[in-house]
């Protein structure tokens, strides 16, 4: 079974430029989440998605960061327009059941360097 | 709010030492507590978790955490350290009072020298 995968594995671009981050979860799991960690920092919750709901938004940083997850499969993740401190790492993690207890699995991250 | 704190962010243990990762966390509610491991190039990777029950939790890799709710702790150990154990620890906390969302600690990179 394929693990979370997350497009692309990195990314560079400048200030005042267009990002989106792609996600695709587990297949069969509803609950999906992006996470966000800046300069070794501590990882962040952004927000999480059941199915194409968004369930809980609270950690999205600003309104120039947009989540979509259209038809309730993958997930994007879009910066516009991005600046400096959008620099990180951003991880989606995907789960089958809702609840805290559920086991989250984490996709590798995309790096993204805002110049 | 809800805090966790991992004291160190880097851990040097020669191979076949033990090892003892700290975790401290300030909850209000019941937590669900949790440990990760990022290999290099590697998503988070769930090593056990804690929800209720005994205290003294086991996961994979020989790794086992203890949870010490009057000292707010969730210490991660090993007895005997392998070199492929070297990578990045979190420790992160949730609360059914808080919806699904993890709070994650600032990571213990750990070196192993042989």
């Known amino acids: 079974e394929a693990g979370v995968t997350q497009f692309p594995s990195h990314s560079v671009i400048e200030k005042g430029q267009t990002v989106t981050l792609r996600c695709d979860p587990i297949s069969g799991h509803d609950n999906l989440y992006w996470y966000r960690r800046v300069m070794g920092k501590e990882i962040k919750f952004l927000l999480h998605f059941v199915k194409e709901s968004k369930q809980d938004e609270s950690g999205m940083p600003n309104n120039r960061f947009l989540a979509e997850r259209t038809g309730g499969t993958y997930s994007t993740l879009k910066v516009q327009p991005a600046e400096l401190e959008d620099s990180g790492v951003y991880f989606c993690?995907?789960?089958?059941?809702?609840?805290?207890?559920?086991?989250?699995?984490f996709g590798p991250g995309t790096r993204l360097l805002v110049l | 709010a809800q805090s966790v704190t991992q004291p160190d962010i880097h851990i040097t243990v020669s191979e076949g030492a033990s090892l003892e990762l700290r975790c401290n966390y300030s909850y209000g509610a019941t937590p669900y507590l949790f440990w990760y491991v990022q290999s290099p190039g590697q998503g988070l990777q769930l090593l056990l978790k804690?929800?209720?029950?005994?205290?003294l939790v086991q996961g994979i890799k020989g790794f086992e955490a203890e949870f010490k709710r009057s000292q707010s702790s969730f210490n991660l150990r090993k007895p005997s350290v392998h070199w492929s154990d070297a990578a990045e620890y979190f420790c992160?906390?949730?609360?059914?009072?808080?919806?699904?969302?993890?709070?994650f600690g600032a990571g213990t990179i750990l070196r192993v020298k042989s």
């Open positions: 993690a995907s789960s089958q059941a809702f609840g805290v207890q559920e086991t989250q699995y």
């Open positions: 992160a906390v949730g609360a059914m009072e808080y919806g699904n969302k993890l709070v």
């Open positions: 804690y929800f209720s029950g005994d205290t």
